[in-house]
């Protein structure tokens, strides 16, 4: 019974110690979908509580930026983007900025539908101003808005605590 116990209290000790703090972590920062500024703003974007909406955005398309508070000096591991859209509503591109120097351009995704496109980051990068641009359209036709309801970032977050040498 004693090396049962001696067993059950090694395996939990170890559990501890694997789960202290040590290593990595993510941390999720998440904007309002209604937070965007829009680049094109005779589109006539709609402000809800449950986000932004573009009822028939141009053919050419507008971009909607959001700019995500970034924790400094993190590594940013991946963007989230969750929507929704009609028959003809679609996103057409996603960019992601650090200020103002481009890191991420997707051109031509056709996004439709309800759904949280996720891009992830590799290698995770550091970041002091994450920006994301997202670039709606809308094929001819009725029911062709998009809804955005947030933008989130994943930040890796290292441990502060330094790691003995081995």
Same mark, same amino acid.
Request: net charge negative; hydrophobic share 40%; proline share 9%.
């Given at each position: 019974?004693?090396?049962? /116990?001696?067993? /059950?209290?090694?395996?939990?000790?170890?559990?501890?110690?694997?789960?202290?703090?040590?290593?990595?972590?993510?941390?999720?920062?998440?904007?309002?979908?209604?937070?965007?500024?829009?680049?094109? @703003?005779?589109?006539?974007?709609? /402000? /809800?509580?449950?986000?932004?909406?573009?009822?028939?955005?141009?053919h050419d398309?507008?971009?909607?930026?959001?700019?995500?508070?970034?924790?400094?000096?993190?590594?940013?591991?991946?963007?989230?983007?969750?929507?929704?859209t009609g028959?003809?509503?679609?996103?057409?591109?996603?960019?992601?900025?650090?200020?103002?120097?481009?890191?991420?351009?997707?051109?031509?995704?056709?996004?439709?539908?309800?759904?949280?496109?996720v891009v992830?980051?590799? @290698?995770?990068?550091?970041?002091?101003?994450?920006?994301?641009?997202?670039?709606?359209?809308?094929?001819?036709?009725?029911?062709?808005?998009?809804?955005?309801?947030?933008?989130?970032?994943?930040?890796?977050?290292?441990?502060?605590?330094?790691? @003995? @040498?081995?």
């Open positions: 019974m004693k090396a049962m /116990y001696n067993f /059950y209290f090694a395996v939990f000790a170890a559990f501890l110690l694997g789960t202290s703090g040590r290593g990595m972590a993510d941390e999720h920062i998440c904007v309002h979908g209604h937070s965007a500024q829009s680049q094109t @703003p005779h589109s006539a974007p709609i /402000y /809800y509580g449950w986000g932004i909406t573009l009822e028939q955005p141009s398309g507008n971009w909607l930026h959001y700019s995500i508070p970034t924790p400094s000096g993190k590594s940013l591991k991946a963007i989230k983007v969750k929507f929704s028959v003809n509503g679609f996103i057409d591109a996603i960019h992601i900025w650090d200020g103002d120097a481009p890191k991420v351009e997707l051109e031509h995704l056709h996004l439709k539908g309800s759904e949280t496109k992830p980051l590799t @290698p995770e990068q550091p970041f002091t101003s994450v920006g994301v641009s997202i670039k709606v359209k809308a094929d001819p036709g009725e029911d062709a808005h998009v809804l955005i309801s947030s933008v989130c970032a994943t930040f890796l977050i290292a441990d502060p605590i330094p790691l @003995p @040498p081995k």
